[in-house]
């Protein structure tokens, strides 16, 4: 079946590490994004790429990294400067058409040691 | 930029209510969408809109495109229990060239056996 997956489930991150959330699609979709969620927040996006070894930043892009070197894969990394990521990460991906539907994976809990 | 309003913030229901809810925005959309989110799961598509004053069910779900196109609406009919969770509306990102989608911030719901 065709669908976005996240790995890991949950992660835990030490103080001064930097960790990599996987975000994989076969859905041969263009357009790719990570999205932050904290409880009351709803959804604030961290990084976007509508094509290979393109990106852009979102609005919440400090102490986040990504890169997209082919079409199905799309990892964000957490980096050291992020101070405060215990969140819930989303990636999602969409064809390049304007409104068209995001479809997101199932998520990736984010916990620091 | 941009803002979508989502009302209510949460709703608690007793089982086999109906429940409405509703998203506004500051500006004018060509489309609406309306997403599901199951706890500890990434949200899941509901209801695509594309035409002013679409009306477009799913099962229990119906969901409408406002006739200003600045406003949707939500309705589930006869709640049950796994109707619980945080819905949200999007639609397109005005910024130009973008295939980006701006979202609420949910409504949470709450479902009493």
């Known amino acids: 079946d065709g669908g976005i997956t996240q790995s890991p489930k949950y992660l835990f991150r030490k103080e001064g590490q930097n960790v990599t959330l996987s975000c994989e699609q076969n859905?041969?979709?263009?357009?790719m994004y990570w999205y932050r969620q904290d409880p009351g927040q709803g959804l604030r996006l961290i990084y976007y790429?509508?094509?290979?070894?393109?990106?852009q930043k979102g609005d919440i892009a400090e102490g986040y990294s990504v890169s997209r070197e082919k079409k199905e894969s799309f990892p964000l990394t957490v980096t050291s400067a992020q101070k405060n990521p215990t969140a819930f990460y989303l990636c999602?991906?969409?064809?390049?058409?304007?409104?068209?539907?995001?479809?997101f994976g199932d998520g990736t809990r984010l916990s620091i040691l | 930029g941009q803002q979508l309003n989502q009302s209510p913030q949460s709703m608690f229901i007793q089982e086999g209510e109906d429940v409405s809810m509703n998203c506004t925005s500051s500006?004018?959309?060509?489309?609406w969408l309306w997403y599901k989110q199951d706890p500890g799961e990434g949200p899941v598509l509901l209801i695509a809109?594309?035409?002013?004053?679409e009306l477009t069910s799913n099962g229990r779900l119906t969901a409408q495109f406002g006739i200003t196109r600045k406003d949707s609406f939500l309705n589930i009919s006869a709640s049950i229990p796994s109707d619980v969770g945080i819905y949200f509306c999007?639609?397109?990102?005005?910024?130009?060239?973008?295939?980006?989608?701006?979202f609420g911030k949910g409504t949470k719901l709450s479902v009493i056996p």
């Open positions: 500006s004018i959309f060509n489309t």
């Open positions: 790429s509508q094509i290979v070894n393109d990106f």
């Open positions: 859905l041969n979709h263009d357009a």
């Open positions: 999007a639609g397109p990102y005005s910024g130009a060239g973008s295939y980006q989608l701006t």
């Open positions: 999602a991906s969409s064809v390049n058409r304007v409104g068209q539907p995001q479809h």
């Open positions: 809109l594309y035409k002013a004053g």
